[in-house]
T-cell receptor, first 115, second 114 residues
Framework: AQSVTQLGSHVSVSEGALVLLRCNYS??????LFWYVQYPNQGLQLLLK??????LVKGINGFEAEFKKSETSFHLTKPSAHMSDAAEYFC?????????????FGQGTTLQVKP | KAGVTQTPRYLIKTRGQQVTLSCSPI?????VSWYQQTPGQGLQFLFE???????NKGNFPGRFSGRQFSNSRSEMNVSTLELGDSALYLC?????????????FGPGTRLTVT
């Protein structure tokens, strides 16, 4: 069965510092992977996705993620944190073509950005 | 293009009552998925509808049901509410619902059961 593990429920960085949010997945089929962000009292906003092709994926707001099959990882990074990046981040995997409309989410990582 | 809309945004119900939540997908999207978000269990998949048919279902009791209309709008219903049903209910729309297509989420309905 597919699953997603996000290492670290809380990550704190200083403004301007590198952001690294970790995500590992398990999947018996080639995975489709996603990162979403959730601001307080809002729904989830798609940051980026990996389906096939280039393993380094660029998303919105300066975020990017690298798919590493050998490490079953899909870590999210941003070179320089901004105060507006403070939010909860979710990594998700799509289980496969027969499991339509379903995403399996990690438990989420809350990013705190200190001035 | 307008995003996914959900109504109502907030709802307070009493244990034992039933509730209906509504979701309007992005224009042209035919797949609607529903999720429950709680602090303890995180984001969990409830079910997915496509062309008025439930195609996929998560591991929730039969008190949770849904439907989809011909214009792709969807409703979910929870009968005999329990305190544990208090959660943020999110719907998401997708072009087809298949794996490679991303899902776009609405703002959610915050349900409080007292």
């Amino acid at each position: 069965a597919q699953s997603v593990t996000q290492l670290g429920s809380h990550v704190s960085v200083s403004e301007g510092a590198l952001v690294l949010l970790r995500c590992n997945y398990s999947s018996s089929v080639p995975p489709y992977l996603f990162w979403y962000v959730q601001y307080p009292n809002q729904g989830l906003q798609l940051l980026l996705k990996y389906t096939t092709g280039a393993t380094l994926v660029k998303g919105i707001n300066g975020f990017e993620a690298e798919f590493k099959k050998s490490e079953t990882s899909f870590h999210l990074t941003k070179p320089s944190a901004h105060m507006s990046d403070a939010a909860e981040y979710f990594c998700a995997v799509s289980p496969g073509s027969s499991n339509t409309g379903k995403l399996i989410f990690g438990q989420g990582t809350t990013l705190q950005v200190k001035p | 293009k307008a995003g996914v809309t959900q109504t109502p945004r907030y709802l307070i119900k009493t244990r034992g009552q039933q509730v209906t939540l509504s979701c309007s997908p992005i224009s042209g999207h035919r797949s609607v998925s529903w999720y429950q978000q709680t602090p303890g269990q995180g984001l969990q998949f409830l079910f997915e509808y496509f062309s008025e048919t439930q195609r996929n279902k998560g591991n929730f009791p039969g008190r949770f049901s849904g439907r989809q209309f011909s214009n792709s709008r969807s409703e979910m219903n929870v009968s005999t509410l329990e305190l544990g049903d208090s959660a943020l209910y999110l719907c998401a729309s997708s072009f087809t619902g298949t794996s490679s297509y991303e899902q776009y989420f609405g703002p959610g309905t915050r349900l409080t059961v007292t």
